[in-house]
């Protein structure tokens, strides 16, 4: 059974399904040998475990979609990818999802922020995409899922109520 399918079968059960964060293949290894169901790996760990850099978003996302593509390929659960912004517009966030899934990855967090040049916080937050964008952009990472593999799983990760208000 393919990897978007598994996790899409454990979004369905009932409870909290608890995604511990990975920085690389090795922990995730671990992560699934202590019997979690599946794995996140943020695009801002890159930076710090992968390329021995602050945490500033400054892999690309080739860089990250390379080691997504190791971890994902290292364990048997299903992996999830914090994407930030997509890496761009709705054309590169099409492309990156693309890639994402191509890499073996189970599902994606795309970010309403805009220029995610800094790791950002509820505390800490920049600008937000205008709806109309953000929605075209979701719209794109929709289309290069149902053209690669119906079952990927896409969290739209809205941060604009903390920096619009409701």
């Known amino acids: 059974m393919k990897k978007t399918t598994i996790l899409r079968k454990l979004l369905k059960e009932p409870g909290v399904m608890i995604v511990p964060p990975a920085y690389d293949f090795l922990a995730a290894r671990i992560i699934e040998t202590v019997g979690f169901k599946a794995v996140f790996m943020s695009a801002n760990m890159t930076d710090t475990a992968q390329l021995g850099m602050p945490n500033l978003g400054l892999s690309t996302a080739s860089e990250v979609v390379n080691c997504a593509k190791y971890m994902a390929n290292s364990v048997n659960i299903p992996v999830i990818l914090g994407a930030g912004d997509g890496y761009g517009g709705a054309l590169v966030a099409y492309r990156t999802t693309q890639e994402v899934i191509r890499a073996g990855v189970a599902g994606i ?57 409701d």
């Open 109 to 165: 967090v795309i970010s309403d922020q805009k220029n995610l040049l800094l790791a950002r916080t509820p505390h800490n937050m920049g600008e937000v995409l205008p709806r109309d964008a953000y929605l075209g952009k979701i719209g794109a990472v929709l289309e290069a899922r149902d053209e690669e593999d119906k079952d990927f799983v896409i969290v739209a990760r809205i941060d604009a109520g903390a920096t619009l208000g």
